[in-house]
């Protein structure tokens, strides 16, 4: 395990892996010693506390958040809190209370409702609804899917026959980003059935809201259709696109992984923004990773 995190010794998709493997051991429910649990925890919090790569780090909080453990708690209150953290990072921290949802994450997430970073703002605003319609409905129960297994920043409606309302509910920069998130998970959902739904997730791109292009992003990552691979390059190839979103639209293409979306990711390990460069390193990984017989990882990768 501490090798696995050593960024001395292990690579970047090397450290990713091993931070979901101590998400195994660090989720809420899991039958393991408590000592053990603990330690999980408190490795995940210093590989996003101190690893060199912003992209290890943001993933670490992702991964607290997803084993919904109120041990993390305190540590993704002090990412949070550190505005010298890329904000990446900071957003990731901010997701992940929204996803442990215990009473004190609501107060420690009001004081960064004006938060400086647009996306650390957008974050909070979303977390903080998803844990008030939590306490308040049992709604929130329909988050649960048989393929997608994430814990998400807002419930997928259960409408068999509702692309076209979701499609409305996703593009409408009117209404706020929780309910443009629940039709997006919603069209997630109906993916697998209707194509129309991948179609409306890629028309998503145009917005001005990065934090909302990331998240179209991760969700055509747990889709995986061939279908989103046009979307999801000219995304990456946007040299003037937000990191953080062209870092989700290069994983997404990895879970895609078909030898196109091999060969447009071999073209940006070299590209100046670090955490493109490696996203595209871990991209390929996860491309071999899925065709090799282990377990599929769509479902891990941060968002
Ligand atoms: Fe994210
Ligand atoms: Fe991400």
């Known amino acids: 395990m501490r090798i696995g995190?050593?960024?001395e010794k292990s690579s970047v998709s090397i450290r990713m892996r091993t931070l979901f493997g101590l998400k195994e051991v660090a989720k809420v429910g899991v039958n393991v010693e408590e000592e053990v649990v603990k330690k999980a925890v408190e490795a995940l919090a210093s590989a996003m506390r101190d690893d060199p790569s912003s992209l290890v780090k943001h993933e670490a909080a992702y991964v607290l958040g997803q084993t919904e453990n109120p041990l993390a708690v305190k540590y993704l209150e002090g990412t949070l809190s550190d505005i010298g953290e890329d904000p990446m990072v900071r957003h990731e921290a901010a997701e992940a209370l929204g996803a442990i949802a215990s009473p004190d994450c609501v107060e420690i997430l009001e004081?960064?409702?004006?938060?400086?970073?647009q996306v650390v703002r957008e974050t909070v605003e979303i977390a903080l609804m998803r844990i008030a319609q939590k306490s308040g409905e049992k709604e929130l129960t329909t988050t649960e899917h048989p393929i997608y297994k994430s814990v998400d920043p807002a419930p997928a409606l259960n409408e068999s026959d509702g692309v076209e309302k979701y499609r409305e509910m996703l593009l409408n920069r009117?209404?706020?980003l929780y309910d443009r998130?629940?039709?997006m998970f919603s069209l997630r959902n109906l993916s697998s059935t209707?194509?129309?739904a991948v179609q409306a997730l890629c028309e998503g791109f145009v917005d001005n809201s990065?934090?909302?292009k990331h998240?179209?992003?991760?969700?055509l990552g747990q889709v995986q259709s061939p279908d989103s691979v046009k979307a999801l390059s000219k995304v990456l190839f946007d040299q003037n696109e937000h990191e953080m979103v062209r870092h989700e639209a290069a994983e997404a293409l990895g879970s895609i992984g078909t030898r196109e979306t091999n060969e447009i990711l071999a073209g940006f390990l070299k590209d100046k923004a670090d955490v493109v460069r490696e996203s595209c390193e871990v991209a390929l990984d996860i491309t071999e990773y899925n065709q090799s017989d282990q377990l599929n990882y769509a479902d891990t990768i941060s968002r």
Do not use: C, H, N
């Open 215 to 219: 998240e179209l992003a991760y969700v």
């Open 111 to 117: 004081r960064y409702g004006s938060d400086e970073e």
């Open 194 to 196: 209707d194509p129309r």
């Open 210 to 212: 990065a934090l909302f």
């Open 174 to 176: 009117k209404l706020p």
């Open 181 to 183: 998130y629940r039709g």
């Open 5 to 7: 995190l050593d960024s």
